[in-house]
């Protein structure tokens, strides 16, 4: 069994939208499809990942550095000892031969698109969604084929208004959706507390908003937003300040006692360890959102998982980021605490597919093999120019 | 005035050689020249940048992203007020608009090239060493036309011997080096002991031999080499841990007493910030080796000059990574401590040209405008390439 070829395209991403540092504009995803010499229903069986939402395309590092190691490398090394699947450690360990210590950006975003195709062919090779062979391959025992969801969106257009984001939310609501989330920091404090009431009106409880800063502010900011929401018991308050500020984290954590949520824009195992070291994180509160396409793929996120677990936290104190398919067969099958839903922004992978059920605030995949991505409407014609 | 064109060029890294983590055999350098619509003595004057040496050129990253922000940009963003020069402060950031924070790797490589390059360019409209320009620019009063130097050797090879490193280094002590640099952590510590021995034969006292793990080590093997080498009384000791293992780093710096060394992985005055927070480094005493090529460009390498400075550092205590003429003339424009160079590997990026003058540890560049990388033998047919 071997891997005959992988290729890459670059999709931009549907977003005329911003939030308080960039506009979507101009951001892509690189999809791979990791092309197998098995066939299963008369097919040549093909694995297909991308590096989530909300950064860039990788094309450059996947074709000049990851794609050729895989390629050039004897097969029997990318093989798993039972034969039966490939090794997604081993391809993510060879993905990154002589690459150095450190800087962990856009590669991460290379080899985690790579990394999660093969997740994807290991599990339409055994015929089963992803999170099955995800539950299977970390010993997870799946207490429901189902994941906590929330419907993120809320972010700053350029012809807003209090109607316009309660009618965004009402959509949510009337799919299903009963937790939403929201950006701040994209105008001043007076004009988001008014924002933040109009979402409440259709929140119903603070417990089921969170909100998202996306790194703007500096810490007297933070502090000052903080003090604000503070009475409105808040799902969770995202991103205050620079995702590396450590210190700010750490300060903000000890006056604001609501939980913070962060990690999306760490993408290694060691930045994740220093945000636990050096950013004041609490067990049992607050959310840790590394999302494994950003991050090398889920053998790192997995190992991150286990990190936090050794150092006392809860894996449902994890909620991935990126609000798509992928995320959802990793949440479902290591039993976090939950994920993010695009339900109306970031098309083609944003959100789900139509199969997939959404009830009482819960996304059930269907049983479709991998991840399903087949299944997305928006995503098909992607799908074909790379099969 | 305006840029009319940004080209790109990828150019592969000589070096059979490798250090405690990695072979340098596929690395890789984006070499890259912004074109001015200006002339002097009838040639269109052009700005050359490279992303320093030790990681991957970023072709993909530039052409992509970086280069269409700075051509598709009203040209009069890109001027300085007093329209004689280019901003490159402004370059920098146009060329990160729509980049969210955090994860900062191979993109902080590509905005590094092409903000050189603009430092070359405004160095040539001048009609000046870049080192000026530089000084001019940041109001820095310019004590020496040289910079302290040490070489960067003693890496690992697939033949190596006690006796082919002590030539290496007596070839750079005939050329005019007083002080050394070698690699440890790619053998045990008996045998890395006994390369130190031979290093030292040349060095003549510790002082003049720094030593360099390249991340390798974990805290314990950290302590172990630290308390080995202690008695040496070394230059520096290098990069013991991954470079954002900054608990690990501050723990050594507890027990170890020589000075430490590290930065040259951090691509980020933010992630540098956490090295002085969290990593304890010491004032007057320890080394930071940031190096602008990797981090975004000498714009945000100067605003991390200016934070240490800011938190009681010495901008002497500054000895960037690269060991390249783009380096020397920054260290020599910044008044830094000195800088690295390769004068034996990293072909065509390492090293000075013929006309530098090698004195008492000390390089001086010549009067040539800009970096002056037209007079580095090696570089020259890959600047025709471009020109």
Chains 1, 2 share one sequence.
């Not at 970390?138 to 972010?155: I, L, N, P, Q, T």
């Not at 991103?239 to 700010?248: C, R, V």
């Not at 509160?285 to 991150?304: C, I, N, P, W």
Request: aromatic letters at 8%.
């Amino acid at each position: 069994m071997r891997i005959t070829n992988i290729r890459d395209i670059t999709v931009p991403l549907e977003g005329n939208i911003s939030n308080a540092i960039v506009s979507f504009n101009d951001h892509t995803v690189s999809l791979v499809a990791v092309v197998s010499d098995q066939t299963r229903n008369g097919k040549v069986v093909v694995g297909f990942g991308f590096n989530s939402i909300g950064r860039y395309a990788q094309s450059g590092i996947l074709r000049d550095r990851i794609i050729p190691r895989i390629l050039n490398c004897p097969p029997e090394l990318l093989l798993a000892t039972n034969g039966t699947e490939f090794d997604a450690a081993a391809v993510a360990s060879i993905a990154m031969k002589n690459e150095k210590p450190g800087g962990h950006g856009d590669r991460a975003g290379a080899v985690g698109a790579l990394e999660l195709a093969i997740w994807d062919l290991n599990a339409k090779l055994a015929d089963e969604p992803a999170w099955m062979t995800i539950a299977k391959n970390f010993s997870h025992s799946v207490e429901a084929d189902s994941a906590k969801v929330y419907a993120a969106g809320g972010y700053y257009y350029a012809e807003d208004s209090a109607s316009r984001l309660r009618k965004e939310l009402e959509a949510y609501q009337a799919q299903g959706y009963g937790a939403f989330k929201m950006k701040i920091g994209g105008a001043t404090l007076t004009e988001d507390l008014d924002r933040i009431d109009t979402a409440l009106m259709i929140a119903g409880s603070g417990k089921n908003l969170a909100v998202d800063a996306n790194g703007r502010f500096d810490l007297d900011s933070a502090l000052e937003y903080g003090e604000a929401i503070a009475p409105l018991g808040l799902r969770w308050y995202e991103e205050p300040g620079d995702p590396l500020d450590y210190k700010l984290n750490r300060e903000l954590t000890q006056y604001y006692e609501g939980a913070i949520a962060t990690g999306e824009n760490l993408f290694s195992r060691r930045d994740m360890i220093n945000l636990v070291q050096f950013g004041g994180m609490r067990k049992e509160k607050d959310v840790f959102q590394m999302d494994a396409g950003l991050s090398y793929g889920l053998t790192e996120y997995v190992r991150m998982v286990q990190e936090l677990e050794k150092l006392g936290f809860d894996r449902k104190q994890c909620h991935p980021h990126g609000g798509h398919l992928i995320n959802l067969h990793i949440a479902i099958g290591l039993g976090l605490g939950g994920c993010e839903a695009y339900p109306g922004v970031f098309q083609p992978f944003g959100g789900y597919a139509p199969e997939c059920v959404l009830e009482d605030g819960h996304v059930s995949p269907t049983d479709a093999p991998g991840f399903g991505l087949e299944q997305k409407t928006e995503l098909k014609d992607h799908l074909l120019v790379l099969s």
